[in-house]
């Protein structure tokens, strides 16, 4: 079966495409074979595996605007082990220009379906917003991963999210949130430790047990081009998310 997991979260800031890269790394690395699809015309995850935008033949936006092409034209090998469909800064002019078209919020969905019996998982790093791409993005999920910074805005986004799931279910019925991943925790805060602690009070066993911490060379690495474990393997943040990626592979089954 494809895990396809869509990072999610309307706040920015908050380590989806950190989170998006690391963990599809490290299934990488493991054996699975892994996609990630850059939905954020940010294109965060697309420059965190050393693309340069501006050698892109194709990118996720071609993918929209072509679902019944499927996406094998767009897709890209990468040095991280990983298959990527690139983002382009292009795609911010695209969702007014899908407005009006029939079924907008399943293009993704659509094109997907050309490789879903292909990957073992599919990583889709949405953009920071509920827009249209989020919107593609959970209709085309069999699963939510939504990191929540530790910090209180980041926390009082969940409800909206949450209202955000249970629309979307219309069109993908068994939608739901499969792990929270608590983000830039800071050991020395009672604040981090407050929002960790509500979020396992209010979420329980969806949150997951592994922490991100706040850590410098997480930061660092996407200006590189190299996920944590190939920037700085031995560091916080990179076990960090191999314990993460440990949990993620027995919750979703190993090969």
């Known amino acids: 079966m494809t895990h396809v997991l869509a990072l999610t979260m309307q706040k920015g800031g908050v380590g989806k495409s950190t989170s998006t890269l690391n963990i599809a790394n490290n299934l990488a690395k493991r054996g699975y074979k892994v996609l990630i699809v850059d939905l954020d015309p940010q294109?965060?995850?697309?420059?965190?595996?050393?693309?340069?935008?501006?050698e892109l033949e194709y990118s996720v936006y071609e993918v929209l605007l072509n679902p019944e092409k499927g996406v094998s034209f767009a897709t890209m090998h990468t040095d991280a082990e990983?298959?990527?469909?690139?983002?382009?800064?292009?795609?911010a002019g695209a969702e007014s220009e899908l407005s009006g078209t029939v079924g907008r919020e399943l293009l993704l969905s659509e094109a997907l379906n050309e490789v879903r019996s292909t990957y073992d998982y599919i990583f889709i790093d949405s953009p920071p917003n509920l827009g249209l791409f989020t919107l593609n993005a959970m209709a085309a999920a069999t699963s939510l991963l939504v990191p929540v910074q530790a910090h209180v805005y980041a926390y009082k986004a969940l409800p909206q999210l949450e209202k955000t799931i249970g629309l979307v279910r219309k069109l993908n019925p068994t939608l739901a949130i499969g792990g929270i991943i608590v983000t830039q925790v800071d050991a020395r805060t009672k604040l981090s430790a407050t929002i960790t602690s509500r979020l396992r009070n209010e979420y329980k066993d969806v949150v997951f047990e592994t922490v991100i911490p706040f850590?410098?060379?997480?930061?660092?690495s996407p200006a590189a081009g190299l996920?944590?474990?190939?920037?700085?393997?031995t560091g916080a943040g990179a076990k960090a998310y191999k314990h993460l990626t440990d949990e993620i592979e027995a919750r979703y089954g190993k090969k």
Do not use: F, H, R, W
């Open 82 to 91: 990983i298959d990527l469909i690139p983002s382009t800064l292009a795609l």
């Open 43 to 54: 294109a965060n995850a697309t420059q965190g595996l050393g693309i340069d935008l501006n």
């Open 227 to 233: 996920p944590i474990a190939m920037y700085d393997p």
């Open 215 to 220: 850590n410098v060379k997480l930061a660092e």
